[in-house]
């Protein structure tokens, strides 16, 4: 399935092409609303994009990729395309992630950290089941810069 993103959205968003250039951006973005900067671990990314007026992101990779996170255990599932709208704190609508509970992949629509903070994110299914794991887990040291 592609994603169709309207002529009016891509004209109002900022698009990058570029495997480099998309992991920075979706980096910075996920500092931005305030989530940890591990949590779209996505590899070969071809496209993003993300219209801030709205709040809709797209990520497109070449192909699907499957991530385990090694603090909490879980493998999650990228589609080549994932889709989502976001705000401080907040993904909602989220398409294209999949999280392995036992044998089972569970669709994820939503992913939220607590205000006031509580050292949790929440993840949430179309149903309504979530489950929370410490941030911790999804956050990426990034290397220190020594200034001169």
Do not use: M, N
């Given at each position: 399935m592609s994603?169709?993103?309207?002529?009016?959205?891509?004209q109002r968003a900022e698009v990058y092409h570029g495997d480099?250039?998309?992991q920075v951006k979706s980096k910075e973005l996920l500092k931005?609303?305030?989530l940890p900067n591990g949590l779209l671990p996505l590899k070969d990314v071809e496209e993003c994009g993300y219209d801030r007026e709205s709040g809709f992101v797209w990520l497109k990779q070449k192909k699907s990729f499957t991530h385990?996170?090694?603090k909490i255990g879980k493998l999650v599932s990228y589609a080549p395309e994932v889709t989502a709208h976001v705000e401080k704190?907040?993904?909602?609508?989220?398409?294209?992630?999949?999280?392995?509970?036992?044998?089972?992949?569970?669709?994820l629509s939503d992913i939220y950290v607590d205000d006031p903070p509580t050292h949790n994110i929440t993840f949430k299914t179309p149903a309504g089941l979530s489950?929370?794991?410490?941030?911790?887990?999804?956050q990426i040291e990034e290397p220190q810069i020594n200034e001169l």
């Open positions: 994603v169709v993103v309207g002529e009016e959205v891509r480099e250039i998309c931005e609303i305030a385990k996170f090694d704190g907040k993904i909602s609508k989220l398409t294209g992630v999949k999280s392995k509970e036992f044998l089972l992949w569970i669709t489950r929370q794991y410490p941030i911790s887990a999804f």
